[in-house]
């Protein structure tokens, strides 16, 4: 997309051309002492046919290997036809050095140079101090020496900027530019310098808004891929976090980072990872979501097998227990892998309350998660099918309640949860003044009229609810996505079958779970295959100091946590015999 | 595809699947009639007559030639020809095994819980979901296998607990009415079911540590022979062996009568849950056996294809067997002679064909 | 393929629910009585929960409350031909499910039960954990219309009665498991319908009274006995708790009398061998409380409660001496004496044949001890 940036709502008509003719001669000249005939062909036709512009922009952007003019007006030219003489670069002409001075000069007097940008893209005020530092320099660079000595002095002596590379290629010069970089071209140099002036406003660290917690770190991840790093690296400050950058994405070249602790994790699963990565090819990747799909190990699945977080204690978490993380630059999700289905009842709070209250309320999210998943098809099955099972006061009740309901079991039991997945959906998308009405109208309509009218029986609004409620419970929004879509196929077996139906559909469930792996991690480990090594932190979580293994589903290096002997205990007190 | 592995507790898990989720329900009702008081020990001579020994022998073999599947122990073995005829015979029984589990499903499913849905209603679904978990392999299966084994353990305890006052003790005796003989009249039944296990030489052949997968086989046969002699004695101490003897599938009687309170009135719709679950185990299990050596037999690389073939001729045999009187009769007595004489000789015939092989081999190497 | 299993998959779902029974299509049976109206020919009646059976809810919207339960019979040759044609009137399907309470009528008992009752055993829905009991006094359907006291159910309240531990509670299976022997003598509880004592609703005149038994040979009732021996034989099977014991209470036997509530019981039979046959040792033990007492002797005295507790034995020894000797007498062994011969002496039990029980234990000779404590006086320690 072009990006066109003037104050008088669009450059005249002639200016343009002007403009166009002028990088045309330019152009031209650049691709003759190249000796590219068909590129020198085109450049001359570039000022009067849109066509041969685009033609040309093709070629150039193919071939990788143009190298940097050494004249500042063709570099300028060139980089007008990769960023489609846009507005939005700004290509600042500047002279280093002061010319005869009181300095004694490497080179002689003032030499032409200038700095490429996108303002959009850099921070003004690291720009500034640049710029500053290379208007005030003293002397000027030597040209004409060997290649690339000139630019390499300016950046050795010159730019106060923490990174700098050295460029040969025009291609290379480009892409740094759109990635936020500003390029240094200097007269009669053949090559450039690039530095990081990326920067912009972004959004502040604040508290993560889906992944709440009541006690434990309030921070969250941002879009932004270096204070993600900056919010791990803050967390476990050893040189063995590594961090390895990949890019992904033909056009996005969105920066991927896979994070972990080089001696704890095993190094064929990081290479694994970073295969997976590098094998994807697409035009795009906007959020960790998308790259998650890539590298999933079974694509045919409804239950998350990479977990995201956008919490970085969660992330330092699983990386000291042998996960690796992959951050997606513009993403605030955080991608924790080898997972297992047993991570979506964690919250990172488990592991910062008191672990009796964590075992109670782990318990309750298996035993919820259990009733979001079967409630409603149990209710059915049990009513329509096996009312042995139910004690005869309950079913008396039901049935009372039930009387003149005109829909069987099943059908009310689908309405109501369709019902509810309306009211939901309505409520998660909806601007939030309007939130008000979604509940009156969701408790209103669905809850009093529809049993005052008979439509629907009490018990069946109770059994939705609850299971609405319990799917809430838990932690991991995407579990919930799986429990929400499974509950319908399970309804339906079991208007069909009853419990045999339910059986049949748990046990497919079952081998289903069973046959998945998060890079090569059984996703429903520890319990298939049976670790009792591991048990500790499941439902249950044993206090820290019994913890002296990393789990061992995850395959590690090194599994050893904890030393022995941690449990608190009085220790001796000098000198006070004894008495308070 | 990475060669999936088991570990031998895994195996033991799977052994007990095979051989208990069928005798669960159908045989405590012939172990009252032709043991009486003394029924219940029935099935440790069934144990040791037949599943002991086999379990024995496969173990050896899987020793003397670890991470072998049949197919190729048998080529190995017996040559090219008679390897693929046995392969294709472990196919055959598989298969027909698939179609025997098919059908005490299907049999037991409407008379329990469902009682107006046809039969390939029942069956169909329960096909295809057996067919899937073959289709993830025996790894998938023997971990589901472990749930099995844990919720059965679960399911005793609270059948216990609860049924605990009206157990009669006294019921379980005398250990024989007439004469011990009646033992083994009783242990008669089980033993067919038992011999049934020679076919599982594929899965003792993907025991990571080969020298245990003796062990598991035995342990989970041994496990399995508890747990029916626990589940009969059961039922006998409560309801009395004539009482037992005239049900169909007492331990589902038994779980009818157990109330929790005045939350939970019976627990059978869970038992036959849980038996449901050790069905679609043995069911896929039996399918992948059958598919995989009917794989080797034909020569597959991949053998997933046959599944569905096998499942349809499975179904179809299962539709042929009359009812559930004939059932009974065929997997109570003809059954046995039959399954017993090649479940002892198969695994005889591998061993001794080994142990002349590796006699061959040896003597070339003494004179070097 | 993963199409095809989708397909089929939806197969089933699409041709229809075989076994699908909506609540609003059930007739919930909660009794089942039946009797024989005359030979060859069964009156089945059946309890069906109504509408106003949970008791509240939109029963009282309409200003009069409905029926807590219909009540419906009718008669043929077997039981699965009544229940079907009773279906015809019914505009629901029967179930079973919740059948608590199956009823005998007096004539039925009296003539043979025969196999009448197959077909409870034999349906898959029925729950055998429902009591038994056979009505006297009355016809069946009087018993299943009788409106009950403070339960919305007849048959709830029955139950619950029978639950209470104070009458006999037999349960569907116990009694078959029973019956399926030769050697165990079925019994069943009996419900009399009287004159109606307490408050009930308008117009009632029976109310329902757990009481006595009855046992059972060869279907067929041989012997009955009253609240008193059943008392005995709830003690002898191990449900002696609860029970009440009334002895006189003054020096010398008078009008006074002492209750004692029975905090334990515990009871033991021990067979022996006496010269090649069987002989029984039955020793009871119980913990006691005093209830009630009319008399004003100090209690607090040992040798006083002593006293009174010896007299309490002796009380409790000649029932069961007499109800062990009217069950020989009857040659009914509904205590499982013969089972423990059978489990512990089987070479014995083989001599002496399993068939011809009856006749050995009308001879066998029967040891009766019992051993009481008093464990306590209630609040108050010497009457006042």
């Not at chain 1, 006061?393 to 049935?399: A, C, D, T």
């Not at chain 2, 179809?316 to 000789?345: C, K, Q, R, V, Y």
């Not at chain 3, 038994?213 to 059943?230: F, M, T």
Request: charged share 20%; net charge positive.
């Amino acid at each position: 997309m072009r990006y066109r940036f003037s104050p008088g709502g669009g450059t005249p008509q002639g200016l343009r051309r002007h403009g166009v003719a002028r990088h045309s001669q330019q152009v031209a000249a650049y691709f003759r002492a190249l000796g590219l005939p068909r590129e020198f062909r085109l450049a001359c036709r570039m000022a009067v046919s849109a066509r041969a512009e685009a033609q040309l922009f093709e070629l150039v952007h193919l071939n990788q290997a143009l190298p940097v003019p050494i004249d500042l007006a063709q570099v300028e030219a060139l980089l007008h036809l990769y960023f489609g003489h846009c507005q939005d670069l700004t290509f600042r002409r500047i002279l280093l050095g002061r010319g005869p001075g009181p300095q004694p000069d490497p080179g002689s007097g003032p030499v032409p140079a200038a700095v490429a940008y996108l303002p959009t893209m850099a921070d003004e005020k690291l720009l500034e101090r640049i710029l500053h530092a290379l208007l005030n320099a003293g002397a000027a660079p030597p040209v004409g020496g060997a290649a690339g000595d000139a630019v390499r002095w300016v950046g050795e002596r010159q730019i106060p900027a923490p990174e700098t590379d050295e460029i040969a290629r025009i291609h290379e010069a480009a892409q740094g530019i759109a990635e936020g970089k500003a390029v240094l071209f200097i007269q009669g140099a053949p090559r450039a310098l690039g530095f990081d002036v990326a920067g912009g406003p972004q959004r502040a660290i604040s508290e993560s808004k889906t992944q709440r917690v009541v006690r434990g770190p309030r921070e969250g991840f941002v879009e932004s891929l270096n204070v993600n790093l900056t919010l791990i690296r803050r967390r476990i400050r050893d040189p063995r976090l590594r961090v390895d950058l990949l890019t992904v994405g033909e056009l996005t070249r969105t920066r991927v980072a896979v994070a972990y602790l080089a001696t704890i994790c095993k190094p064929s699963l990081v290479e694994e990872a970073k295969r997976r990565i590098r094998r994807v090819k697409v035009d795009g990747v906007l959020d960790s979501g998308q790259l998650m799909e890539f590298i999933e190990d079974t694509p045919w699945t409804i239950f998350p097998l990479i977990r995201a977080t956008e919490r970085p204690d969660a992330v330092a978490g699983g990386l000291l227990e042998g996960r690796f993380a992959v951050i997606v630059d513009g993403s605030p999700w955080v991608l924790l892998a080898p997972s297992t289905l047993i991570d979506l009842i964690h919250s990172p709070e488990d592991y910062f309350e008191r672990f009796p209250a964590v075992v109670l309320v782990r318990g309750l999210r298996v035993l919820f998660a259990l009733v979001a998943l079967f409630a409603p098809s149990l209710y059915v099955a049990l009513t329509t099918f096996h009312r042995e099972m139910i004690p005869t006061n309950l079913l008396l009740s039901i049935m009372a309640a039930r009387e003149g309901v005109p829909f069987p079991a099943v059908l009310e039991a689908l309405i109501m949860e369709l019902g509810f997945e309306i009211i939901r959906e309505a409520g998660v998308r909806m601007p939030s003044q309007l939130g008000q009405s979604v509940s009156i109208v969701g408790a209103l309509i669905l809850g009093e009229s529809a049993i005052q009218a008979g439509i629907v029986s009490a018990p069946m609004i109770i059994t939705v609810a609850v299971t609405a409620l319990a799917v809430l419970m838990l932690p991991d929004f995407s579990a919930t996505v799986a429990l929400r879509i499974l509950r319908f196929p399970l309804l339906l077996l079991a208007g069909t079958y009853g419990a045999y139906g339910l059986a049949l559909g748990g046990a497919a469930l079952l081998i289903h779970l069973l046959s998945l792996r998060s890079f090569g991690t059984p996703y429903l480990a520890p319990f298939g295959p049976l670790l009792p090594a591991d048990m500790g932190d499941t439902f249950l979580r044993i206090p820290h100091w019994l913890q002296r293994r990393r789990s061992a589903a995850v395959e590690q290096l090194d599994a050893h946590r904890a030393g022995q002997g941690l449990k608190p205990q009085p220790g001796p007190r000098p000198g006070r015999g004894g008495s308070p | 595809m990475r060669q999936a592995r088991i570990s031998h507790q895994q195996l033991a898990a799977l052994a007990f699947t095979l051989h208990f989720a069928a005798t669960e329900l159908v045989l405590p009702a012939n172990l009252a009639k032709t043991g009486q008081s003394g029924g219940w020990l029935a099935p440790l001579a069934s144990f040791l007559v037949a599943a002991l020994p086999i379990a024995l022998m496969l173990g050896l073999l899987a020793r003397r030639h670890p991470h072998q599947a049949l197919g190729e122990l048998a080529c190995h073995l017996l040559g090219p020809f008679f390897g693929r005829a046995l392969a294709l015979l472990v196919a055959l029984i598989s298969t027909a095994l698939t179609a025997l589990s098919l059908r005490d499903v299907a049999e037991v499913i409407p008379v329990a819980i469902l009682p107006a849905t046809p039969l390939l209603a029942l069956a169909v679904p329960f096909t295809v979901v057996a067919v899937y978990g073959a289709y993830c392999g025996a790894e998938v299966l023997a971990r589901l296998s472990v749930f099995f084994v844990l919720a059965n353990v679960v399911i005793f305890l609270l059948a216990l607990a609860t049924l605990s006052g009206l157990v009669h003790p006294l019921r379980l005796l005398p250990l024989y009415e007439h004469s011990p003989l009646q033992l083994f009249v009783a242990a008669w039944p089980p033993i067919g079911w038992y011999a049934e296990s020679w076919t599982f030489l594929a899965l003792a052949a993907l025991v990571d540590q080969a020298h245990r997968a003796g062990r598991g086989l035995a342990a989970g046969a041994a496990l399995a022979t508890l747990a029916l002699m626990l589940f009969t004695a059961l039922s006998l101490a409560v309801f009395g062996h004539q009482f037992v003897a005239d049900f169909n599938f007492p331990v589902y009687s038994l779980f009818q009568q157990i109330t929790i309170g005045e939350l939970v009135e019976r627990l059978d719709v869970i038992l036959i849950s849980i038996w449901l679950l050790g069905m679609i185990v043995k069911t896929a299990t039996h399918l992948w056996l059958a598919a995989n050596a009917a794989g080797f037999a034909l020569g597959m690389a991949n053998e997933r294809p046959l599944l569905p073939a096998l499942a349809a001729v499975a179904l179809i045999l299962m539709a042929l067997i009359p009812n559930l009187p004939w059932l009974f009769l065929f997997s109570t007595t003809l059954w046995t002679p039959f399954s017993l004489s090649l479940g002892l000789g198969i695994p005889a015939l591998l061993l001794a064909a080994s142990w002349l092989r590796g006699r061959q081999c040896r003597q070339p190497d003494m004179q070097a | 393929m993963r199409r095809a299993i989708a397909l089929l998959l939806l197969l089933p779902l699409l041709t229809g629910c075989w076994s699908r029974r909506e609540l609003n299509d059930t007739a919930l049976v909660i009794a089942l009585g039946i009797d024989l109206v005359e030979e060859g020919v069964y009156e089945v009646t059946l309890a069906v929960a109504g509408s106003g059976a949970a008791g509240g809810g939109k029963g009282q919207q309409g200003g009069e409350s409905l029926p807590s339960r219909i009540v419906v019979s009718g008669q043929g040759r077997s039981f699965a031909g009544v229940l079907r044609d009773i279906e015809l009137r019914l505009p629901r399907r029967i179930n079973l499910t919740h059948t608590l309470i199956v009823v005998v009528g007096e004539r039925l008992a009296e003539q043979g039960l025969g196999n009448t009752l197959d077909f409870i055993l034999r349906a898959p829905e029925f729950r055998l954990q429902g009591n038994i009991m056979m009505v006297r006094g009355g016809s069946v359907r009087t018993l299943l219309e009788t409106e009950p006291i403070m339960e919305s159910l007849q048959t709830k309240a029955l139950s619950e009665i029978a639950h209470a531990r104070v009458g006999l509670e037999m349960r569907l299976w116990e009694f078959f498991s029973a019956r399926a022997t030769t050697y165990r003598t079925p019994m069943l509880p009996v419900v009399d319908l009287i004159q109606n004592p307490d408050t009930g609703p308008e117009g009632q005149r029976y109310a329902a009274k757990l009481g006595g038994a009855v046992l059972l040979r060869n279907d067929r009732v041989i012997e009955y006995l009253d609240a008193r021996e059943v008392r005995a034989i709830k003690w002898l099977r191990g449900h002696g708790r609860e029970g009440v014991l009334t002895v006189p209470c003054g020096e010398e036997p008078g009008q006074e009398d002492v209750s004692f509530h029975i905090l334990q019981a515990g009871r033991r039979i021990r067979p022996t061998l006496q010269g090649g046959r069987p002989a029984f040792t039955v020793s009871l033990t119980g913990r006691l409380r005093v209830t009630e007492i009319q008399c004003t002797r100090p209690l607090m005295q040992h040798e006083v409660h002593e006293q009174l507790v010896r007299r309490a034995e002796e009380e409790l020894h000649n029932l069961i001496v007499r109800v062990i000797e009217k069950l020989q007498a009857a040659e009914a062994d509904p205590l499982s004496f013969g089972e423990q011969v059978r489990a512990l002496y089987p070479a014995v039990w083989r001599q002496l044949g399993e068939r011809r029980w009856g006749e050995t234990w009308r001879e066998t000779p029967v040891t009766v001890s019992v051993d009481l404590r008093l464990q306590t006086t209630g609040l108050m320690s010497n009457p006042l």
